[in-house]
């Protein structure tokens, strides 16, 4: 116990440390801070490797590291580390992924002022991460969740001299606090119901008695889920967010904070009921649909992966809310590993192109960055879900998850696999082939060895990653019953059902991924200068691009409704309140003081007349007028 | 009498004698003024460090010390010492006031000495609010550091500030008065043989035999009017924003840091012990004012164009969770209050800090002429980040425990449980006006009027003197965010009312506070 404990506490502080560190001393030395960064990144991969090597298969291992840390009355949470397959997994591909996409960034941000700035808030991102990672209760969990949104705020930020960035950061932020709004009441009112936050308390007490949860706490922990994972309707900041550095967008924005949500979900899978797994399921489906739809008329090679992180995590959500975690997380481990190669891949052409994003504007880059070109369709071609890459294996087991239990989902899962080969494949022959279209694509250049190698060792997972049979046992026990049960390995009622429809699904999806590549070559031709949908068909075109006005719905509430409520409300408080209330106050008091001054003019005959009058009125009272 | 209880008194006394000195001193002897403004700030500061220290978990009121004032036949004594909630609020209370002296000495205010005179008075003050037994004393020094707020308004405050000033003061003495009329209610119907401000001696009386049930309602709802005016309770709250928006830095960071916490520390250390009915029967409308300090407030604040009035109105927001504690009737919920009290202060100051800091550079509070600073002043960009940071309640500062803690304590109380979904509402809303004012102050291009600003002007970071009160700030939210038990200890050991048993034989006793055994009784009947 005390080496884990050990080596978790030394995952969990050793970028903390580093941040620390850059805040206080290296805020000039942007070099040696990147240095530091990265080497903290080193030391959590070994660290990580060495957790890995002493923990025995399939042990579940909880360790309270402080006991008390809050305590408020009869509230009181302890912190604690809880370590189960599933954290593994996520710590492999967190600490793995995230340290190639350190060492990527010393070649990507190498002239940027902001170096010091940027590496420190990849510290802090890491820090927060892996806290959600090995967190054994849900407070610590929210702690952490909180503190990746501030993370992924921050270096969203980083270009913060332009418009956009300074937008983009803080939509992030805000609408992840919408999310985390419903996170919050939802810890709250379980720590009332079970008298616990923790997850293994939780755990046993909802075996004990399986009517103890409700679909209330269980929606509104969804809503932390729907925040970070960017799912409808509260996906809008995802898309914006690529404002910030590309390899953050790759890191956080793809390969490891969206997918914290989908984590989330498995840790806490236990508190589901059948009927929000139900809506996850459905959410999933439509997102997975959506998000692709929306890339196809995307010319920002950012966007489009974005959309498709939307989508593949549509995927995800789908394969949970089905009631199958282990596939949202083997396909959440895969995706890391393709996806971060995909932005890394386009961070490499953005920095060979000048900063050049638009698709239309590159072509003919094939030429140019053969490594990063190599690469990238490595990248779409496991994204697409080509036979025996690492995407085939996961998205496949998603589709017959899907097949085997609703029909529906599954034809718009499919549907979604070859619009995602289509987008990928009209990104590919746009953007590598044909001619260059502008100066700057004219005069790309091959990225430095720095960060081509990370895009060699993310493809290598990407090619292989998906062989069930390469992952160390103690990880992937996390996904391995729900793969083998999926995939006809082991004996169950599926069996017979795997055996009818395997061949036929395996077709169909392999036909999916040739129809949409082949179909986006034959459509947009190599290299094309225009958007040849928007020429033939401008209609479909114009509402794909609409991506059904959401943005639009929430920027006129912003502007109309909450501003001009916001003003509203200001103006009552001044002119009720703060005016008729105590100016009115006052002005009425003022008023009497007036009025009792005007009765003391000084003047004999004024005074005669109020003490006859008072005479008068005395007598009246005396005779008994009043009574 | 151990020496360290000699720090108590001292730490009220000096930075009222510093200020004398001061105010005595000439204006060309600036090392003199100088180093007693250190020592007047410096020592109620270290005090409060030593007197932490010191704290002796079992033992109920620490460092007491009595002096006789001449008035014992009315039952007045000069009591000193500090319990679990009084002392993380005392320690606040001089982290706060030495930040804002050593801010106010390089502020170069005309008739600097005067300033830091009226300061020091504030000091003096604040440190003896917190340390008062005795109610009276805790009622005269809040009024020892009211008064110099009123005049420095008027005096180095902006445009309009007399008016402003007056207005304030006006609606304040209400408030104080109306407190003071709810605390003598008490005084003379307590039924004691002696009479007695004595909070001890009254809360020992009155446990054994509590006031009327109707008496009780009627006195706490004198006092929660009295106390909601001076910490801007929902509909109550006018004066605050206006106040603040005019008075010089170093006052608002005093005043909205420390002196408003004035009443809601009167209400968790004093009134709801004293009247348990009372606090059980207006926790509702408590409940439903304090949301309007939440929506109401936090709806105007998104409104606001002028920084320095945002921050205000923020703070005013905030208050709506101390208030929401309070009304949760249970431990957790007001120890929640007491936590987010100590954060709060903190985080409040250094705002007014950083603005009045921003307001040197843009010459304007208008966010509209801001934009882009973050370039020329990288330091001042990320310590504002932070400060916004903390106040919107984010993990790993002291804020989060407060504001969370009165989350839990909300859903604990059955009858206001449905309050915690529109006041989680205000996690959003804070953020919303915060990260507004970041983007439009730091972040984009620079403003057309910025611009010209800026042609005249060279714009520079963040000077030393700047830096160090605001880093002292930032560190101790960061300790609280990051060890919360730094504080939330001490405030839970005494929230229950304190069990020294609880603590000998280290057995969790069951919660049996005055609120809980009130409540238990109520479901019983």
Not at chain 1, 219 to 245: E, T
Not at chain 1, 483 to 505: C, F, K, M, P, V
Not at chain 2, 463 to 470: N, Q
Request: proline residues 3%.
């Amino acid at each position: 116990m005390y080496t884990e404990s050990t080596l978790l506490l030394g995952v969990l502080l050793t970028p903390l440390i580093s941040a620390v560190v850059i805040a206080l001393f290296l805020r000039k030395q942007g070099d040696i801070a990147a240095y530091l960064s990265c080497f903290s990144a080193l030391a959590i991969a070994c660290l990580s490797i060495q957790l890995f090597s002493i923990i025995p298969t399939g042990q579940e291992i909880y360790i309270t590291i402080f006991k008390d840390y809050f305590q408020m009355g009869t509230f009181s949470f302890d912190l604690g580390f809880l370590i189960n397959p599933d954290t593994l997994t996520l710590l492999f591909v967190v600490s793995f992924v995230g340290f190639w996409i350190h060492i990527f960034s010393l070649g990507y941000m190498r002239t940027d002022d902001g170096k010091a700035r940027y590496f420190g808030g990849l510290s802090v991102f890491m820090f927060s991460m892996l806290g959600i990672v090995i967190a054994d209760n849900l407070i610590m969990i929210f702690i952490f969740w909180e503190l990746v949104g501030f993370s992924s705020y921050a270096l969203i930020s980083h270009y913060f001299k332009t418009e956009k960035a300074a937008n983009a950061s803080k939509k992030a932020f805000i609408v992840n606090r919408v999310g985390d709004l419903g996170f919050l009441i939802g810890i709250v009112i379980t720590y009332w119901q079970f008298g616990t936050s923790n997850l293994l308390e939780l755990q046993s007490i909802i075996g004990l008695e399986p009517s103890s949860t409700n679909w209330i706490i269980a929606a509104l922990l969804m809503c932390g889920f729907i925040g970070k994972s960017a799912q409808f309707p509260l996906h809008v900041w995802l898309p914006d967010a690529m404002a910030g550095p590309t390899p953050v967008s790759a890191l956080i924005h793809a390969a490891t904070m969206v997918a914290a949500g989908i984590f989330f979900l498995i840790r806490i899978e236990f508190l589901f009921t059948p009927d929000v797994l139900n809506v996850i399921a459905w959410m999933g489906t439509l997102m997975a649909a959506y998000g692709g739809l929306c890339a196809i008329t995307q010319s920002d090679i950012k966007k489009i992966l974005a959309y498709s992180t939307l989508s593949q995590l549509g995927y995800m959500a789908a394969a949970f809310g089905l009631g199958y975690p282990g596939l949202a997380l083997f396909h959440l481990a895969t995706h890391a590993f393709f996806k971060g190669l995909l932005f890394l891949g386009s961070a490499s052409v953005i920095h060979g192109c000048h900063h050049e994003q638009d698709i239309f504007k590159m072509g003919g880059l094939a030429k140019k960055m053969p490594f990063t070109t190599v690469t990238f369709a490595i990248g779409i071609a496991a994204l697409a879900g080509v036979n025996y890459l690492s995407g085939y294996y996961s998205k496949d087991s998603i589709l017959v998850a899907a097949y085997a239990e609703h029909t529906m989902i599954f034809w718009i899962l499919m549907g979604s696999a070859l619009v995602t080969a289509f987008y990928m494949g009209r990104l590919f022959w746009i953007a590598f082939f044909g001619s260059p279209k502008s100066k700057n694509a004219k005069n790309a250049k091959e990225s430095p060895f720095v960060m081509i190698l990370p895009l060699l060792v993310l493809s290598i997972l990407a090619l292989f990653g998906g062989k069930v049979a390469m992952w160390p046992e103690n990880l992937s026990m996390s996904f391995l019953s729900d793969y083998r049960l999926i995939n006809g390995l082991s004996d169950s009622i599926l069996e017979d059902a795997y055996h009818q429809g395997h061949t036929l699904l395996k077709s169909i999806g392999t036909l999916a991924w040739i129809f949409g590549i082949l179909g986006s070559l034959f459509f947009y031709g190599l290299g094309s200068k225009n958007d040849n949908l928007g020429i033939r068909m401008p209609s479909l075109f114009r509402f794909l691009d609409s991506k059904l006005l959401i943005d639009e719905f929430y920027l006129w509430y912003v502007k109309k409704v909450q501003q001009k409520l916001a003003d509203f409300i200001h103006l009552m408080d001044l002119l009720l309140i703060g005016g008729l209330c105590v100016r009115g106050t006052a002005g009425f008091i003022g008023l009497l003081g007036y009025i009792s001054r005007a009765l003391h003019t000084g003047s004999i005959g004024a005074y005669v007349f109020w003490f006859a009058s008072g005479l008068l009125l005395f007598w009246a009272y005396a005779i008994g007028i009043f009574s | 009498m151990k020496n360290v209880d000699l720090l108590l008194p001292l730490s009220i006394i000096i930075p009222a004698l510093a200020g004398i000195f001061i105010l005595l001193s000439k204006k060309e002897s600036q090392g003199f003024w100088k180093s007693f403004t250190y020592i007047g700030f410096g020592f109620p500061l270290f005090s409060a460090i030593v007197l932490y220290s010191q704290f002796d978990e079992t033992i109920h009121y620490n460092f007491k010390m009595k002096f006789l004032t001449g008035l014992e036949d009315f039952g007045i004594t000069l009591h000193l010492g500090l319990n679990g909630i009084s002392m993380p609020l005392f320690l606040m209370a001089g982290i706060v006031g030495f930040a804002s002296g050593i801010y106010a000495l390089q502020a170069k205010a005309e008739r600097i000495r005067l300033y830091l005179f009226l300061l020091l008075i504030m000091q003096s003050g604040l440190m003896g609010v917190f340390s008062s037994i005795d109610i009276f004393f805790f009622y005269f020094f809040h009024e020892f550091a009211l008064i110099p707020t009123f005049v420095m308004i008027g005096i180095w405050g902006g445009v309009g500030s007399r008016s402003t000033a007056m207005e304030m003061a006006i609606y304040l003495t209400l408030g104080a008065l109306a407190s003071l009329v709810g605390l003598l209610v008490i005084y003379t119907n307590s039924g004691m043989i002696n009479h007695s401000f004595d909070f001890i001696a009254l809360s020992h009386h009155l446990s054994n035999t509590p006031l009327e049930t109707v008496l009780q309602q009627n006195i706490y709802g004198i006092l929660l009017f009295g106390f909601g005016i001076l910490v801007s309770l929902f509909p109550f709250h006018s004066w605050a924003p206006k106040s603040y928006s005019a008075a010089p830095t170093a006052a608002a960071m005093l005043h909205a840091g420390v002196l408003k916490k004035f009443g809601l520390y009167g209400i968790i250390q004093l009134i709801s012990p004293l009247l348990p009915e009372g606090a059980a029967h207006w926790a509702t409308i408590l409940g439903w004012l304090a949301l309007g300090n939440i929506v109401v407030i936090g709806l105007a604040t998104i409104s606001q164009t002028d920084l320095k009035q945002m921050v205000s109105y923020s703070s005013v927001m905030h208050m709506g969770y101390a208030f929401l504690g309070i009304a949760s009737l249970n431990s957790i919920g007001t120890g929640g209050a007491v936590m987010l009290m100590f954060g709060h202060g903190l985080s409040v100051a250094l705002l007014f800090l950083l603005t009045t800091c921003i307001y040197h550079r843009t010459d304007t509070f208008d966010m509209a002429d801001m934009g882009g600073l973050a370039s020329k002043a990288p330091v001042l960009s990320a310590f504002f980040i932070t400060a916004t940071m903390a106040g919107i309640g984010l993990p790993g500062f002291a804020n989060f425990w407060g504001e969370f803690a009165v989350f839990i304590g909300i859903w604990g109380n059955e009858s206001i449980q449905w309050m915690l979904y529109p006041a989680a509402l205000g996690i959003v809303i804070s953020a919303i006006y915060g990260l507004r004012a970041v983007a439009k102050v730091f972040y984009g291009q620079p403003s057309v009027n910025f611009q010209k600003h800026m042609e005249a002007n060279t714009v520079r970071d963040l000077t030393t003197s700047e830096k160090i009160p605001a880093l002292i700030l930032i560190f101790s939210l960061l300790l609280a965010g990051f060890y919360p038990g730094f504080v939330s200890n001490l405030i839970n050991r005494d929230i229950d009312g304190f069990k020294p048993d609880k603590i000998v034989e280290g057995i969790e006793q069951p919660a049996t506070s005055i609120y809980l055994s009130h409540m238990e009784s109520k479901n019983g009947q």
